[in-house]
C-alpha cells in the first residue's frame, strides 16, 4: 500500500551541520536505497544520531542538500522514527497507540490496528495500563508499535536496544528483522557490533562527524577498507 | 479518547448548569427593583422585616444595594436604582432639583444620639443642645470618631459641626478620626477606643453590647433624622421600572407600609417612626 | 463562632443560599476563566513571535490584579451609564462570575503557560517527529498535562472564593440575590458582629480546605500515568 511517490534513496550532498563554530557532522555524502537494513556505527559520539535525524527530516543541515526519492523534505508522513529514550505520553497503552494512528493522514479501522499492532509487539493485554508503567523493554516495543502505526516506509532505530537486557533484546531484534522482511526500509543506530552483524544489510561507519566507510555488512565485516574501521573492528578505542 | 470526550463533556455540561446556578439559586424575577439604600438601614434589619410584607403583598421582589447616602445618590445618578430611601433631606432636594428624581416623601425618621465612654471626659451627659456637647469636645479634644463616608449620619454630623461654628475640616490633630466605614465598624471603633460617636438610635439598640458606650445626648431638635423616598425619574434613565418603584412607594407611604416601618423592633424597642403626610389621589 | 455553628446545624436556608451562591459564583467564573486560559496559556507556550516575552511578564503581571480595580471598572462598564448599560448586568450574580472570570484566567493561562512549556520540552522530539500540528499539539499537551492543569484551575477557584473586593462592587451585596460568603464576613465585620463573620470565616476555609484535598487525592492518583510503578522505582533508579 505504498504511495507512488518513495522517500527513496535519501541522498546526502556534502552535508554539515554546525552548533556555532563546531561541526557535529561534516562532508557527508552518502546513500541510503531501499533493501536490508543499514546500520550506523561508530564510537560515541561520532555523529550517529546526528544523521539519523537528518535523514529522518527532524534537523536541517546548515550547508549541503539532503534529498529523499529525489526531492526535498516535504512532510515526514512516510517516515518514523523511535528514539533512543522514546518519551511515553502520560496515558494507557492504548491511548498511546490510538495518538499515533490519529496522527496518520489516512484513517484505518482504529481498535483492530491498535490490538493487531499490540500483539504483534508482543504487548498484547497491556490495553489500558498506564504506558509509563511498563518496564524498559515493553517501553521500547511500545514505542516500536507506535512507529509502525503510522505505516511508515522507513523506519528509524536510535540505539533501539541500549538500555534492554538480552531476552528483551533478542525479542526486538526479531522484530526488526520482521518489520524489514515486511518491505519496511530500516535505518539504525547502534554502539552494538553484534547486532550490527546480525542484522544489517549495509553499514555506514562514522568516525568524528565524517563517514568513513560506506560498504555491505559482509564485506565491512570480513574486509574493513580503512585503518579506523579495522581497529574499531577489533575493540580499539578509536578517537 | 473516550475518557477525554466524556470529560469534556461533563465540563460543559457543568459550565452550563453553573451559569445557570446563580440565577436558580437567587430565584431572578421580572417583577423586580433596586432601591439604593444606607448601610445603616440596611443594618438595622428594617429591610429583613419590611420587604417580605411587600412581596407577600404585590410580589415584587426588592433588591436593596446598601451604600453610604452621597453613594445611594450617585448610584441612582448613574442610572443603577429605580428607588432611593436615604436620609439627608439637602442632598435629596439636590438630587430632585438635578432632574434625577421625579419627586421626594417623607417616609419615616428617627433621631442621632452622642455616644460617649462612661466616664465622659467632656461632660456632656445631659446636655439639652448638641452643638453645645460639640463645643466641649472640641474643647477638651476629646477622642471623636466620625463616619467620614459621605453617608447620612456622616452629613449630619457635619452640618452639627457646622451649626456649633466649628471648622471641622479644617481640623488635623488626632483627636478627630474619620475612619470611612459603616456605623457597626465605627461603633465598635468608638468602643474600643473610648471616643464619643454621632450614631443613629436602630444601630446602637441592635448593638450586642451596651456596657462600653452610654447615650449621653439626645432630643436635641438638632438631632432629628429624617429619611427620604425618591423615585428615579424615568426622563434621564427609560429603563427605569417606574410602575413597580411607584408601587413600592405608594406602599411606604401607605398605611400598610407605614405600620410596618413602625412594627419593627430591635430588642423590643422602636427604631423607626414613619412620618409619611397622606397623599390625596 | 457558635453563632454560625448554630445556623449551619439549625440548617438555616439563608446561610446555604449564601454558600450556595459563593460556590456557584466562583466556580462558574472558574469553568469560563479556563475556557480562556487553558487555550492561551498553551498557545503562549507554543507560539514564538515578536512580543511574546512582553506578552507573559503582562500575563504573569495580571494575576496580581487588585480584586476592588476589577470591580470598580467592570462597575463602570455594566453601570446603566456606562458602555454595557443596556445588559442590565450590574448587581446580578451575572456581573460576579464576570468579574471573577477576569480575575482568575490571568492565573489559569500563566500556569497552563508554565505547565505546557515544561511538558512541551518532554515531548517536542515525538510530536514534532509524529508531524503533529498545532490544533491536535496544543489538545495532547493540554490532555497529558491534565492532573496539573486541575491543580491550576482549583488555584483559580481559591482566588475566587477568597476576594472580596469585585463581587462586593459589582454584585452590591444584595440579601437573596448577590450576597456570598466574603460580603456578608465583610459586613457582619463592618458591623461589629466579628464572631458570626469568623464562624463564616472558618466554615469557607473548610470548604477551600476540602477541595484541595480532592484535587490531592487526584494528583496522587494521575502520578499513575506519569511516573512508573513503585514496584519499578528501585529498577529504574539503579540503572
Known sequence: MRAAASDLPILFEDVCVMIGATPLVAALDLLISAGRPTALVGPNGCGKTTLLRLAMGLIAPTRGRISWGGKPQVNVAKRAIVFQRPVMLRRTVAANMRFALASKQHGTDRPDRVADLLRWVGLAGLEHRPARRLSGGEQQRLALARALARDPEILFLDEPTASLDPASTKTVEALIETVSASGIKVIMATHDLGQARRLAGDILFLVGGTLREAAPAAQFFANPATPEAADFLQGNLVV | ?????????????????????????????????????????????????????????????????????????????????????????????????????????????????????????????????????????????????????????????????????????????????????????????????????????????????????????????????????????????????????????????GPEGQNAIAAYRIRGQQVFFPNAKPVTR | ???????????????????????????????????????????????????????????????????????????????????????????????????????????????????????????????????????????????DARFSLITALLAGFGRASAEVGAVMIVGGNIEGFTRTMTTTISMETSKGNVPLALGLGVMLMSIVVLINAIAWGLGRWGTRFSEPGRDLLPLVYSR
Do not use: C
Request: hydrophobic content about 50%.
Open chain 3, 1 to 143: 463562632m457558635t453563632e454560625a455553628l448554630t445556623l449551619i446545624l439549625a440548617g438555616d436556608r439563608t446561610l446555604y443560599q449564601i454558600v450556595a451562591l459563593s460556590l456557584a459564583v466562583s466556580a462558574t467564573a472558574s469553568l469560563m476563566a479556563a475556557l480562556v486560559g487553558l487555550p492561551a496559556g498553551a498557545w503562549l507556550a507554543l507560539s514564538d513571535f515578536p512580543g511574546r516575552s512582553f506578552l507573559i511578564i503582562l500575563v504573569n503581571a495580571l494575576m496580581g490584579l487588585p480584586p476592588v480595580i476589577v470591580g470598580l471598572t467592570l462597575y463602570l462598564l455594566l453601570s446603566r451609564s456606562g458602555p454595557l448599560g443596556p445588559l442590565g448586568l450590574l448587581f446580578t450574580p451575572k456581573a460576579m462570575v464576570l468579574a471573577q472570570t477576569v480575575l482568575v484566567a490571568p492565573i489559569i493561562a500563566a500556569l497552563t503557560r508554565q505547565i505546557v512549556h515544561d511538558l512541551w520540552h518532554e515531548y517536542r522530539d515525538e510530536l514534532t517527529a509524529m508531524a503533529v500540528g498545532p490544533v491536535r499539539r496544543v489538545t495532547a499537551l493540554l490532555w
Open chain 2, 1 to 253: 479518547m473516550f475518557r477525554a470526550r466524556s470529560l469534556i463533556a461533563s465540563l460543559v455540561l457543568a459550565g452550563a448548569i453553573g451559569s445557570a446556578w446563580p440565577d436558580i439559586i437567587a430565584q431572578t424575577d421580572d417583577r423586580t427593583i433596586v432601591v439604593a439604600s444606607t448601610t445603616s438601614t440596611q443594618d438595622s434589619g428594617l429591610f429583613g422585616y419590611i420587604l417580605p410584607i411587600f412581596r407577600a403583598r404585590t410580589g415584587i421582589d426588592v433588591r436593596v444595594v446598601a451604600q453610604g447616602t452621597g453613594q445611594a445618590l450617585d448610584t441612582a445618578r448613574r442610572g443603577d436604582a429605580d428607588v432611593v430611601l436615604v436620609h439627608a433631606k439637602a442632598e435629596e432636594l439636590r438630587f430632585v432639583a438635578e432632574g434625577f428624581g421625579v419627586e421626594r416623601f417623607d417616609v419615616m425618621y428617627n433621631d442621632f444620639i452622642l455616644l460617649g465612654p462612661p466616664s465622659d471626659p467632656a461632660h456632656v451627659a445631659g446636655s439639652s443642645r448638641i452643638t453645645e456637647a460639640l463645643q466641649a469636645i472640641d474643647r477638651m479634644k476629646a477622642p471623636f470618631i466620625s463616619r467620614g463616608d459621605r453617608s447620612g449620619t456622616h452629613l449630619a454630623e457635619l452640618h452639627l459641626w457646622a451649626k456649633a461654628g466649628i471648622d471641622i475640616g479644617a481640623v488635623r490633630e488626632p483627636w478627630y478620626r474619620q475612619i470611612g466605614q459603616g456605623m457597626g465598624a465605627a461603633l465598635a471603633m468608638a468602643e474600643a477606643v473610648g471616643a464619643y460617636l454621632l450614631s443613629d438610635r436602630g444601630s446602637f439598640a441592635a448593638r450586642p453590647n451596651h456596657a462600653a458606650l452610654s447615650v449621653l445626648v439626645e432630643g436635641d431638635d438638632e438631632l432629628f433624622n429624617q429619611y427620604g423616598i425618591i423615585l428615579v425619574n424615568r426622563a434621564k434613565y427609560p429603563h427605569v421600572k417606574t410602575e413597580l418603584g411607584q408601587r413600592f412607594i405608594d406602599w411606604m407611604t
